[in-house]
């Protein structure tokens, strides 16, 4: 496929910020197929391989985009088996980036348990910098991000501007609820991470994921006890 010319910042702003309005009442597939015909090759989805709605319907776009994966050392057996299912079984290309660190040296360079000392910086080195250094060869990267899922991303824009990384941050499914996503995933046999039913609503890195309980919004289970609800990825 044919890459369009690299963009400035500003150029790349501008996009982001016109189809986001254009946008705001597309479907999901409407707004991958104008991110695939702006961005070609230079265009990801992520995946935190709770699910794969969104490579699903990335894929129903264009067979073979690529999947960014963050293999932290800290996740669940479950989300890597997920990660091998949908290499496996989806027409994807999937990406897995690793920490500059193994857990092992992280722990000796910090003191074991970061997580529990310093979550913020456990996150930054192990998700937010090698994120960064992946997605340097794109322009724009999609997230399954809904504005459903908790108080803090109730006002995720469908296509926004990323300012930190300076890419176009493209969120198909921001307007699904999670019916909707129950729905597409029985319709179309999505593959989802198998935590999912039991008991898990948002899967993170095991030492710092728990069960939800009747009532609690979806991040609830993510850090729990502690003035944090997001990782850094996402704000």
């Known amino acids: 496929m044919t890459t369009a010319p690299q963009r400035t910042a500003v150029e790349l702003r501008e996009l982001a910020e016109q189809a986001g309005r254009d946008l705001e009442d597309a479907s999901a597939l409407e707004i991958l197929r104008w991110a695939d ?8 989805v992520t995946s935190s391989m709770e699910d794969a709605v969104v490579a699903h319907l990335a894929v129903r ?18 989300t890597l088996g997920t990660r091998d299912a949908v290499e496996a079984v989806m027409d994807v ?29 456990c996150c930054a080195l192990r998700k937010v910098a ?12 999609a997230t399954g991000l809904r504005r459903d899922e908790s108080p803090t991303r109730a006002n995720t824009p469908v296509v926004g501007w990323d300012e930190k990384r300076q890419k176009v941050k493209v969120s198909p499914i921001a307007r699904w609820t999670q019916e909707d996503v129950d729905a597409y995933v029985t ?12 008991g898990y609503a948002s899967v993170g890195c095991a030492p710092c994921t728990r069960r939800v309980l009747e009532g609690e919004d979806a991040r ?5 006890g502690r003035n944090k609800t997001e990782c850094g990825l996402h704000g």
Do not use: M
Request: negative net charge.
């Open 187 to 198: 319709e179309h046999g999505v593959l989802t991470n198998p935590l999912l039913t039991d």
């Open 61 to 78: 776009v264009r067979p073979g985009v690529d999947v960014v994966f963050l293999d932290t050392g800290y996740h669940f057996p479950e």
């Open 130 to 141: 090698p994120l960064e250094e992946g997605l340097a060869a794109y322009e724009a990267w």
């Open 220 to 224: 609830a289970g993510r850090w729990a």
């Open 37 to 44: 015909t702006t961005f070609g090759g230079r265009f990801c």
């Open 93 to 121: 290309n999937v990406i897995t980036l690793t920490p500059r660190q193994s857990v092992a040296e992280q722990d000796a360079e910090y003191g074991p348990k970061l997580q529990d000392r310093n979550p913020d910086l």
